[in-house]
């Protein structure tokens, strides 16, 4: 006996099925890729990696969306090419939501600058970037705070030397973990913001600490250098940077450094008054690691958090680093409320 006309249609209409049902997996699976807080997976290996990058996925995404569009078969394949491309854009969103055009020049013009204005920089030197190229680029951007993740005591101090020929008076703090360069932290503070001591040393196997004016009214300023979410680190990543973002909550706290977690990631999730100060001037999504990369390919890693109550975000932006680092640096201009 032949089987009725139906069931010889049960076997397309059971393949349209499947490819829809295909076709809303990818679609949640990347839904939930363009925003993983949604259902707290940006902490996650592999998912957190993969944010970090939001311009490369998206970059990869058109590719795959371009190429799937060129098949034979396209027409069929539309479904999948739309859910594709629409992850891609839902990505550029995000980062254009952050801010794309803060990547500053050396000679840009900031305007006149308020008495107590504080200029901050930060640079993770990578311990290979020459202290005449450090000291150049602190006398150039005026800067008041500077952190340089990386860089050990007689680098920080030869920078702080080559200032005060022009005219600059800092004083520099070190803290270091034992794991040579990388494990080394240097702050260095003009003296007009009062004399300095470390307070706090944060846990990790790189250096995150805080300081304090023994005199004088400058801000609480703490250092950041969390340990990467990689091999061993991962489980303590998310702490270890949340830690350091929580240093934020300190009334006038300045916090500045490599956080080694972009705004996506859990150190993020409860900012209260902090305010990350690169999102705030339009720069957010401005790749920072690694400098060999395209701004717009690179993960925002390096960030300038201040208590958003007593300070006030004039301007801010990302500079392209001297030669030896892999990071790009950090700046931000702030003024009291």
């Given at each position: 006996m032949?089987?009725?006309?139906g069931s010889r249609a049960g076997g397309p209409n059971a393949s349209k099925i499947v490819g829809t049902a295909g076709v809303v997996v990818l679609a949640l699976a990347l839904g939930i890729l363009a925003w993983p807080r949604a259902v707290g997976l940006h902490g996650t290996r592999g998912v957190l990696?993969?944010?970090s990058v939001r311009g490369a996925v998206a970059l990869a995404l058109?590719?795959?969306?371009?190429?799937l569009a060129s098949l034979p078969w396209r027409r069929r394949l539309l479904p999948v090419t739309v859910v594709?491309?629409?992850?891609a854009l839902a990505h550029v969103a995000v980062l254009t939501a952050r801010g794309t055009s803060g990547l500053l020049t050396g000679s840009d013009v900031r305007g006149d600058l308020p008495d107590?204005?504080?200029?901050?920089?930060?640079l993770n030197t990578h311990g290979e970037v020459p202290a005449e190229d450090v000291a150049s680029l602190v006398v150039a951007r005026g800067a008041d705070v500077v952190v340089l993740p990386e860089t050990l005591r007689d680098t920080a101090e030869r920078v702080a030397a080559l200032a005060a020929e022009a005219g600059r008076d800092f004083q520099v703090l070190v803290e270091t973990t034992g794991n040579g360069v990388t494990g080394?932290?240097?702050l260095l503070v003009d003296h007009r913001l009062g004399e300095y001591s470390v307070t706090e040393v944060l846990p990790g196997s790189l250096a995150t600490f805080t300081a304090v004016p023994v005199d004088g009214s400058g801000p609480p300023i703490t250092a950041a250098h969390p340990d990467p979410p990689v091999g061993r680190s991962l489980p303590r990543w998310s702490a270890l940077a949340t830690a350091a973002t929580g240093q934020c909550a300190t009334p006038s706290a300045i916090v500045a450094g490599d956080f080694n977690a972009t705004l996506d990631h859990p150190a993020f999730d409860e900012m209260g008054e902090c305010v990350d100060a690169l999102a705030a001037a339009g720069a957010g999504g401005v790749g920072t690691w690694p400098a060999s990369l395209p701004w717009a390919l690179g993960a925002p890693i390096d960030h300038v958090l201040?208590?958003?109550?007593?300070w006030q975000v004039v301007a801010a932006g990302v500079l392209e680093p001297p030669s030896g680092t892999d990071h790009r640096a950090v700046e931000a201009v702030?003024?009291?409320r």
């Open positions: 032949s089987a009725p006309s990696h993969l944010i058109l590719v795959l969306a371009a190429i594709v491309g629409v992850a107590d204005a504080v200029v901050v920089l930060a080394s932290t240097a201040v208590d958003g109550a007593d702030l003024v009291r």
